[in-house]
Structures are given as C-alpha cells and as structure tokens.
C-alpha cells in the first residue's frame, strides 16, 4: 500500500485556528484536526454538490465553457466564478461579429441565458467550488453528457421545463428540448 501521509507546512494564523479548532472539538492534536478538516471539506463540496440542481442542457453549456480553466485555488468573493465564467462567455459572444441570434449559447444549448446567469450567481462559495470541480472531473473521465455522466461527478441533472402553449413553462412534464453534441 502507498504511503498516504501527506506533510505541509501551514501559516501561524492557520496553525492557531487548527489548535483552538482542536481544543474546543477535542480530537487530540492539530494533526488529527486538519484530517478531519479535510474531510469535512470533501463533505461540504460533496453536500453543496448535491443540492444544485442544473438541466442537462445547462450542465452541458456549462461544461462547454469551462472546459480547459482551471479550478482555482480559492474560494469566490462577490460573486461565484462558475457565474463569472459564464457570464464572460455569454458576453464575449454576443459581442462577437457572428450574428447574434444564431451564436449564442442559449441557441446552442437550448436554455435561457438570463435564467442559467441568476441562478449561478445565487450559489454560494462553497456550491460555486463544487460546481466547478464536478465539471473539471466530468472533463478529466470523460464522461458521456447524459444524465449519467453527470451523476457519476455527484451532479444532479433535472429535466428541462416543458413549453406550454402559452409559452410559459410546466415543470411537471418531460423535456421537449433536445440535447446537443459536444
């Protein structure tokens, strides 16, 4: 078996928080509190993970977007970075010399931009982060862009809204929307 031991150096200050962390859960030492801190990072990504909730054709614009950033190494400010992302692509297309109407990613994906952009930036840090690692992985194991592709990353893919007569939406039906090809 490989060694897992995994050895850092870490700042005063964050030295400091792990022993008054250990203190007041009494693990024992600094160097248990930073393994289970570990993993309740893992558990908040993989909990906030779990509550997003995309369409296919919104993880799929997504994942079409991100494809080739890097996860950065932080957590978002004022705003989610997925969003960020996002919202740069959407810009940069529309100011492109491409007609407008037929270049868009909501043509593309079949969404709404405006939606898929509001509901981005209502995640919180922690969500945002999450996010962008299930896409990284999705694109790193090369997973199909089905619904099972994306809950093999942990991410939950619902179905699009059905389209009334009236051109309102009704949550309660299947999609009529088709998915594109990456």
Not at 21 to 30: A, L
Not at 51 to 75: E, K, S, V, Y
Request: aromatic share 8%; net charge negative.
């Amino acid at each position: 078996m490989a060694d897992t031991r995994i050895q850092t150096r870490v700042s005063d200050e964050l030295a400091a928080w792990l022993d008054d962390r250990d203190q007041r859960m009494m693990t024992g030492t600094v160097h248990i509190q930073a393994k289970l801190e570990l993993g309740m990072w893992r558990g908040a990504l993989a909990a906030e993970l779990r509550r997003i909730r995309l369409t296919l054709n919104q993880a799929n614009c997504i994942a079409d977007i991100l494809n080739g950033t890097l996860i950065t190494p932080a957590l978002a400010g004022s705003a989610p970075l997925v969003y960020y992302e996002v919202a740069d692509a959407f810009q940069l297309v529309r100011d492109s010399p491409l007609p407008y109407e037929e270049s868009t990613y909501g043509a593309k994906w079949e969404i709404d931009e405006q939606a898929l952009l509001t509901y981005l930036r209502s995640l919180g840090p922690t969500a945002d982060h999450a996010l962008h690692d299930a896409v990284s992985r999705w694109w790193a194991a090369d997973h199909k862009d089905t619904r099972e592709g994306w809950a093999a990353v942990g991410l939950t893919v619902v179905p699009d809204p059905v389209r009334n007569e009236d051109g309102g939406e009704d949550t309660t039906g299947s999609s009529t929307f088709s998915r594109q090809s990456r």
